[in-house]
């Protein structure tokens, strides 16, 4: 089976830097997934890594180590509309899904 | 990007009656698709996988014959809940991945209350 743990909530502060881990287990694996979800609203897309290393798209950036089954999403200069859950998730070549975390809920305060 | 479009976006529905929810991608073939339900302050439950002209698959705990599900194009799923009981209210989303893709692009969702 698959086994995809991370954090339930975060608080951080408008203008830092948050860190979100996401560690996994699973066979077959085939790239992991970072999703923004705003209460209320379906998920939208943030980041794949199916490599190792750091990928870097604006505010945001999202790292994967598949020898040790964990990601991590970076977000800095924080926003207050950050306030979102953040839902890490792992894509399975057997299975031909994609499997969720909990979800991390974020609250980003003044 | 890819456009996935869900209706309803909200229903309400009496106990015992059926409701059917519709999703589909909007510029692109969807040989897969995914539906999910999320409770309050929960992740994301995959609910079942349909591929285009066959069965679904249901997860494990999901009662296929009150779930059901239709993948009859490329481009539209529909999921309907039979019987709708209060349990049943929640927040139905589905995805949709192309043949050659690995990515999923979600639908806005659907908010289902049974009174």
């Known amino acids: 089976g698959q086994n995809i743990d991370q954090p339930t909530e975060m608080t951080a502060t408008e203008g830092a830097i948050v860190q979100i881990n996401c560690t996994y287990q699973?066979?077959?694996?085939?790239?992991l997934f970072w999703y923004q979800q705003h209460a209320g609203e379906a998920p939208t897309f943030l980041s794949y890594?199916?490599?190792?290393g750091l990928e870097e798209k604006g505010r945001f950036s999202s790292f994967l180590s598949r020898s040790k089954g964990y990601s991590y999403l970076l977000l800095k200069e924080l926003q207050m509309k950050d306030s979102a859950s953040y839902l890490c998730?792992?894509?399975?070549?057997?299975?031909?899904?994609?499997?969720f975390g909990g979800g991390t809920r974020l609250m980003v305060k003044p | 990007g890819a456009v996935v479009s869900q209706h309803p976006s909200r229903v309400i529905c009496k106990s015992g009656t059926s409701v059917k929810i519709e999703c589909r991608s909007l510029?692109?073939?969807?040989?897969?698709m995914f539906w999910y339900r999320q409770f309050p302050k929960q992740s994301l439950m995959l609910m079942a996988t349909?591929?285009?002209?066959?069965?679904?698959?249901?997860e494990q705990g999901v009662e296929k014959d009150k779930f059901l599900i239709n993948h009859a194009s490329l481009t539209l799923s529909t999921l309907t809940v039979t019987s709708a009981h209060p349990e049943d209210s929640s927040f139905y989303i589905c995805?949709?991945?192309?043949?050659?893709?690995?990515?999923?692009?979600f639908g806005p969702g659907t908010r289902l209350t049974v009174t």
């Open positions: 510029d692109f073939q969807a040989t897969t």
């Open positions: 890594n199916v490599l190792d």
């Open positions: 998730a792992v894509f399975n070549n057997a299975g031909n899904m994609l499997t």
């Open positions: 349909s591929n285009e002209g066959s069965k679904a698959t249901y």
């Open positions: 995805s949709a991945r192309s043949e050659q893709g690995t990515e999923q692009y």
């Open positions: 699973t066979s077959g694996f085939n790239g």
